[in-house]
């Protein structure tokens, strides 16, 4: 089936680590998204690729990039993570203008 | 600053009643609006969406109303099922490539 996954569902770093949050598609979809969702607040948009050409949304903190290597696979680095970035992280697809399609999610917990 | 709204964080129905969702935005360039469900531990799934060009769009059970002038837009459920139990996030762009969503209802259908 075509899907959206990423990995790890669950992801555990220390203070101030480095982390790499993944996202694959099978839909081959141009357009991908991350999003940051804290406990009872609406998904936030982090970023988003347009083929190729990256955007990023003005408020995104520098400490959050992001890397989208071919069509399929887009991940989603936070240099170094502070304890106000734990949080649920969904990566989305969508052919322009067309809904989105979202992953399961990852979930940051940040010691 | 939120742009898109849903006032009422949970909403109980009786099975076989009607569920009403509410949202409402503020960016009048928003062109295209969708209703999202999540249940626990998974991503968001698309459900419906309307474009401004329309005030009415249905599926089934599920019925978006848009009221451009109110910048309001509803989904009405009917007949409310125990398995619509999830929260329901309402989702705007005003380009197709960026969505801003609202926090969430969380809706209960009591058996």
């Known amino acids: 089936d075509a899907m959206v996954i990423q990995n790890p569902r669950y992801q555990v770093t220390q203070f101030g680590k480095p982390v790499t949050l993944s996202c694959s598609q099978t839909?081959?979809?141009?357009?991908m998204y991350w999003y940051q969702q804290k406990s009872s607040q609406a998904p936030k948009l982090l970023f988003h690729?347009?083929?190729?050409?990256?955007?990023n949304e003005a408020d995104t903190p520098d400490n959050f990039q992001s890397r989208r290597p071919n069509t399929s696979f887009c991940f989603l680095d936070i240099r170094s993570p502070g304890l106000g970035d734990a949080a649920m992280y969904l990566c989305?697809?969508?052919?322009?203008?067309?809904?989105?399609?979202f992953g399961p999610g990852t979930r940051l917990l940040v010691l | 600053d939120q742009q898109v709204k849903q006032n009422s964080p949970s909403l109980s129905v009786q099975e076989g009643r009607i569920s009403i969702l509410n949202c409402d935005y503020t960016?009048?360039?928003?062109?295209?609006f969708l209703w999202y469900k999540k249940y626990p531990a998974e991503g968001p799934t698309f459900l419906i969406s309307?474009?401004?060009?329309?005030d009415k769009n249905e599926d089934g059970r599920f019925t978006v109303f848009l009221n451009k002038s109110a910048k309001h837009l509803s989904l009405h459920i009917v007949p409310s099922q125990p398995g619509d139990s999830a929260v329901y996030f309402c989702?705007?762009?005003?380009?197709?490539?960026?969505?801003?969503f609202g926090t969430g209802t969380s809706l209960t259908v009591i058996p």
């Open positions: 989305a697809t969508s052919r322009q203008k067309e809904t989105q399609y």
């Open positions: 839909l081959n979809h141009n357009v």
């Open positions: 690729y347009y083929d190729k050409d990256f955007n």
């Open positions: 989702a705007a762009s005003p380009t197709g490539n960026q969505f801003y």
């Open positions: 309307i474009s401004s060009i329309k």
């Open positions: 960016n009048s360039m928003f062109d295209y």
